[in-house]
């Protein structure tokens, strides 16, 4: 697995507001697409009074739908947390499959259900100088990720600070001044209410 750095960040404000801001500093939509995730754990694992644990032991069953394509895959996350709950080490590894429904089949064939769904459609902005990806989870939260290798720019970030910077210098308004917004998690704690 390849390490990667990233931030995730839930914004404060509407996604018209988002927008409005983003083009007064120069940004434009670069891609949109959507990634649709089922979170599948095996029966036996319950490890319910640590929700970050528990999605740690997850596999995705995880479609992402773009205008020319739609890729199917199985998808495992790893992430560390310090004490804090940042993310101080993760990576993912896909495997292509053909069909949904028989990945979901053969996972509940194994003692495996369906925990939860997570659909985003993601926007990804650039102004040629900075570049990140707007997420409309479940068409209830807003977020934002920037990933330390830009797809659409030739740029790489070199810390998580600069990164956080980023967030600063274009004076987005964030829950929480929290760097480390764990959508999955949101979305575990919401289908429990």
């Not at 914004?11 to 988002?18: G, I, S």
């Not at 083009?23 to 891609?31: I, L, N, R």
Request: proline residues 1%; hydrophobic residues 35%.
């Amino acid at each position: 697995m390849e390490y990667e750095r990233e931030i995730t960040v839930e914004v404060t404000c509407t996604l018209d507001e988002l927008e409005s801001k983003l083009k007064w500093f120069g940004f434009g939509v670069v891609d949109q697409y959507d990634v649709k995730d089922i979170y599948m754990v095996d029966k036996n694992f319950k490890y319910e009074e640590n929700n970050l644990e528990l999605l740690k032991h997850c596999i995705l069953i995880r479609n992402v739908i773009e205008k020319d394509k739609n890729l199917k895959m199985i998808t495992y996350k790893y992430k560390e947390y310090n004490e804090n709950e940042e993310i101080v080490n993760e990576a993912k590894v896909n495997c292509s499959i053909e069909s949904i429904d028989e990945a979901k089949e053969l996972f509940e064939s194994i003692n495996y259900e369906e925990l939860i769904r997570v659909n985003d459609h993601l926007i990804v902005y650039s102004n040629g100088i900075d570049e990140f990806m707007v997420q409309l989870v479940n068409n209830k939260h807003i977020y934002i990720e920037i990933e330390e290798h830009c797809n659409y720019i030739d740029k790489k970030y070199m810390s998580i600070e600069a990164m956080k910077s980023v967030i600063s210098k274009y004076n987005i308004p964030i829950k929480d001044n929290n760097y480390y917004a764990k959508k999955a998690e949101v979305e575990l704690i919401e289908s429990r209410q």
